[in-house]
């Protein structure tokens, strides 16, 4: 009887262990995730303004411009539901990203050829905005990434991954790798 007592308890320990914590850190994933997303969305807000401000000064940039405004529009058409997000998609979403920033850092280098526009206190704001922003990505995506650490760890280590192949029966969730433009170290010319 006794040794039927401690069996039963034991299973229900490690039934339990990981019932809560396990769709908890599902909706942490999910949260971190959706602030990803939406710091990603206020530096695309930021393009409009800082093409418009770049083109009174620079007309003949067009291409440089042209490359920046389609990037934004390649990188806002793809949106990810946080229920759905596979490695895939989160590399679609990364390559979609990634061809922003390429663009805007072209902007940027463009912007040195124009003193006057550098000077100008629109353009100012609006740089310091995008810097302050691209920090928050920075910030986002490190939180997100320590999410999904801690929910692939409940999902895969015993003996919560025990309550998770029984019940919930969640995946791991994929993470943010560098994509190969970041990955190189970029070259500098005097």
């Excluded at 809560?20 to 303004?49: C, F, H, M, T």
């Excluded at 390559?95 to 072209?106: E, I, T």
Aim: hydrophobic share 40%.
């Amino acid at each position: 009887m006794k040794s039927v007592t401690v069996l039963l308890f034991s299973c229900f320990f490690l039934v339990s262990c990981g019932l809560q914590s396990i769709p908890q850190a599902n909706n942490a994933v999910e949260g971190a995730w959706a602030e990803v997303q939406n710091q990603y969305k206020r530096r695309s807000d930021l393009i409009p303004n800082l093409v418009q401000t770049v083109k009174g000064y620079a007309s003949h940039e067009k291409d440089t411009l042209e490359a920046v405004v389609s990037a934004r529009a390649k990188a806002t058409a793809i949106t990810i539901d946080p229920t759905k997000l596979t490695p895939e998609k989160l590399q679609e979403f990364q390559s979609a990203q990634s061809g922003v920033s390429q663009a805007l850092g072209r902007l940027m280098v463009v912007s040195e050829r124009y003193p006057d526009l550098k000077a100008n206190t629109n353009f100012q704001g609006l740089q310091a905005q995008l810097e302050g922003t691209e920090n928050r990505i920075a910030i986002a995506r490190r939180r997100f990434i320590e999410t999904v650490q801690e929910f692939n760890n409940l999902v895969t280590v015993f003996p919560t991954s025990l309550t998770n192949s029984l019940i919930h029966h969640f995946e791991k969730k994929p993470q943010f790798t560098a994509t190969e433009a970041e990955q190189k170290t970029p070259e500098v010319k005097f």
